[in-house]
Nanobody, 125 residues
Framework: VQLQASGGGLVQAGGSLRLSCAAS????????MGWFRQAPGKEREFVAA????????KHADSVKDRFSISRDNVQNTVFLQMNSLKPEDTAVYYC???????????????????WGQGTQVTVSS
């Protein structure tokens, strides 16, 4: 599967952005999906993940109640709605996918086989 992330940009603190990750290839509904981010000089960190059906999701504590992951298995797209953005949310955001037979949600980036190219999110104070 190939992943194409979009929707990043420059926004003021308190603003919102919606990231999209479009998947090409077959059987998108067989893939668990996730969003990760990497700020300059920092390691890539987990942001949110969703099961292949969309029935289960997890969010990092740092974004809980502000960000929400969702997916549309007809459009082959996973979304990350980001509200109440903070300057510390500034990073390159990556979507990722992994084949899954169990309906699990994965937070470890090592579990993912496919990665999008990343989209820059910059939050100004």
């Amino acid at each position: 599967v190939q992943l194409q992330a979009s929707g990043g940009g420059l926004v003021q603190a308190g603003g919102s952005l919606r990231l999209s990750c479009a998947a090409s290839g077959r059987a998108f509904s067989r893939y668990a999906m996730g969003w990760f981010r990497q700020a300059p000089g920092k390691e890539r960190e987990f942001v949110a993940a969703i099961s292949r059906s969309g029935g289960s999701a997890k969010h990092a504590d740092s974004v809980k109640d502000r960000f929400s992951i969702s997916r549309d298995n007809v459009q082959n797209t996973v979304f990350l709605q980001m509200n109440s953005l903070k300057p510390e949310d500034t990073a390159v955001y990556y979507c990722a996918g992994t084949g899954d037979a169990f309906g699990y949600v994965y937070t470890d980036p090592r579990r993912y086989d496919y990665w999008g190219q990343g989209t820059q999110v910059t939050v100004s104070s």
